[in-house]
């Protein structure tokens, strides 16, 4: 069975910068990855994707602040943040795509930025 885990939330000052790791577990053949957040009484919303040819997404909300990478050799999906603003404050979820659109997602872990 496949699990994500997210890991690096935390409460960090506007301007400052975090990074999000989401680590799978089991073996999953991905299509792309991806980071989601979800603001208090908002929809879920995508943050950045990668392809598996490496290829990187962007909402324009963070693009040239955020930056999404991945190692498959370990099965790990990253989420640089910098110059953080206190709208970026969510829930932030990893998201992973597989064979036949299997969709697979964390538990998601807590970003707030204090202004």
């Known amino acids: 069975q496949v699990q994500l885990v997210e890991s690096g939330g935390g409460l960090v000052q506007a301007g400052g910068s975090l990074r999000l790791s989401c680590v799978a577990s089991?073996?999953?053949?991905?299509?792309?990855s991806g980071w989601y957040r979800q603001a208090p009484g908002k929809q879920r919303e995508l943050v950045a994707r990668?392809?598996?040819?490496?290829?990187?997404k962007y909402a324009d909300s963070v693009n040239g602040r955020f930056t999404i990478s991945r190692d498959n050799a370990k099965n790990t999906v990253y989420l640089q943040m910098n110059s953080l603003k206190p709208e970026d404050t969510a829930v932030y979820y990893c998201?992973?795509?597989?064979?036949?659109?299997?969709?697979?997602w964390g538990q998601g872990t807590q970003v707030t930025v204090s202004s």
């Open positions: 998201n992973v795509v597989g064979l036949g659109g299997i969709e697979y």
């Open positions: 089991g073996t999953i053949f991905s299509i792309n």
């Open positions: 990668i392809l598996a040819n490496g290829s990187p």
